[in-house]
């Protein structure tokens, strides 16, 4: 009887390669559809535009033969300067151009730009300081003082609160808008329920997802966040701080080991250093400082702009940062975060200026002693809200230590 042989074919197997790499995906950069970009034209050189205000007349009641009191006025220079330049470079040597399959260039400089833009999204969403009035819970039937706790009961009142304040600051023109993030959209979704059919659906490719409140609703992933997280006592080995998703892991004073893992250094002070310069991704990376975050960890906190300071003083970390931004801790000491604070934004279209003297671009450049390219993204520009405009924008500030 015959007996099948053992053969081996596996060289006849090719390995096949797909026709296109795979999709990076990136935060859309909705802000910028909200903004005065028309100052650019202004500033075609030089790195300051001046946009000066006047006081008020005075208006006063005239009695024949009586002298009038004639009131002084004056000015006031308001002005944006044009002084931030980003860049996101990277190298390709001719040898890939030659023998890659993929058009590497076109790909990387393609997703520089779209990280240039996110930059761009967040420093407009930044403005939500130079905002003329901020509503917090006691706007709502809440505590004054203290961030809105977002839910189905109070949406409305918010909407309504922002109206009256731009309605109050003789802002009744102009089409107005609110950014809002992922999870107010889930609540507004749910106060609507069925009695809108289809609403927050689809969002657009500039972030609209419908009209509501008698303003246009546009979904950002970059709504301003802030955390602060209070240690005053040393953590211990394997304690863990959670942000957006990236751990970090103390380890023994000197024996950090591992992506993300910190070194507890000798006391709480220096321990909080560490965290930041984890985060920050500054300093010297060591066994006795911090490991470097993985390359995709990496990218978590670059997108949402992470920062992290720390405050000896106070004996606290904070963070801030851009997105529906989740934190935890697992410690067995007494750390814990004490608040954790987002901001809509909300207001009149135009009233924050954006401008890009050079908007995103490209330039090659020759590297010295190698055959390829040096391609940088780049861009250079200024953000501002011009004084007057100020009451054309109202902050929202929730508490949002209930995300999970």
């Known amino acids: 009887m015959a007996t099948a042989s053992a053969n081996d074919l596996t060289a006849f197997t090719p390995e096949i390669w797909s026709p296109s790499m795979q999709n990076t ?29 006047g006081s008020y007349a005075r208006v006063q009641t005239y009695t024949k033969g009586t002298d009038i009191t004639v009131k002084d006025i004056d000015t006031t220079d308001d002005y944006i300067t044009v002084n931030t330049a980003k860049v996101a470079s990277f190298y390709v040597d001719n040898l890939d151009l030659v023998q890659n399959k993929y058009e590497v260039v076109k790909e990387f400089a393609s997703g520089a730009m779209r990280q240039l833009n996110n930059v761009l999204d967040q420093a407009v969403l930044g403005q939500y300081s130079n905002a003329g009035t901020t509503l917090d819970a006691g706007d709502v039937g809440g505590t004054a003082g203290s961030g809105i706790i977002l839910d189905v009961s109070n949406c409305p009142s918010i909407f309504t609160a922002a109206g009256r304040v731009l309605n109050n600051n003789k802002r009744l023109g102009g089409s107005r808008f609110a950014m809002i993030g992922p999870r107010m959209l889930e609540i507004i979704q749910n106060y609507v329920g069925g009695r809108e059919t289809g609403f927050g659906d689809t969002v657009s490719d500039n972030g609209v997802v419908g009209n509501r409140f008698s303003f246009r609703l546009v ?29 970090l892991t103390a380890d023994a004073d000197g024996a950090a080991t591992g992506a993300g893992h910190f070194s507890i250094q000798a006391n709480a002070d220096l321990c909080n250093a560490q965290i930041a310069s984890c985060i920050n991704d500054d300093g010297t990376p060591g066994v006795d400082t911090y490991i470097a975050l993985s390359s995709d960890d990496r990218q978590l906190f670059e997108e949402c702009g992470i920062v992290a300071v720390a405050d000896t003083e106070a004996n606290t970390l904070t963070i801030t940062g851009y997105g529906d931004i989740v934190v935890s801790t697992s410690n067995s000491v007494s750390a814990a975060w004490s608040s954790q604070t987002q901001y809509a934004l909300m207001g009149i279209d135009g009233a924050v200026s954006l401008i890009a003297q050079v908007a995103p671009t490209v330039v090659f450049r020759d590297p010295t002693y190698r055959l390829g390219k040096v391609v940088h993204p780049w861009m250079l520009y200024g953000v501002g809200t011009f004084e007057r405009n100020t009451d054309q924008l109202v902050a929202v500030q929730f508490d949002v230590s209930n995300w999970v």
């Open 219 to 247: 979904l950002s992933n970059n709504l301003p966040f802030s955390a602060v997280f209070d240690m005053d006592t040393i953590l211990t080995d394997t304690d863990t701080i959670t942000i957006n998703g990236v751990t």
């Open 25 to 53: 995906f990136f935060k859309e950069s909705t802000a910028l559809g909200v903004v005065n970009a028309d100052l650019r034209a202004e500033l075609s050189i030089g790195d300051t535009l001046h946009k000066p205000y």
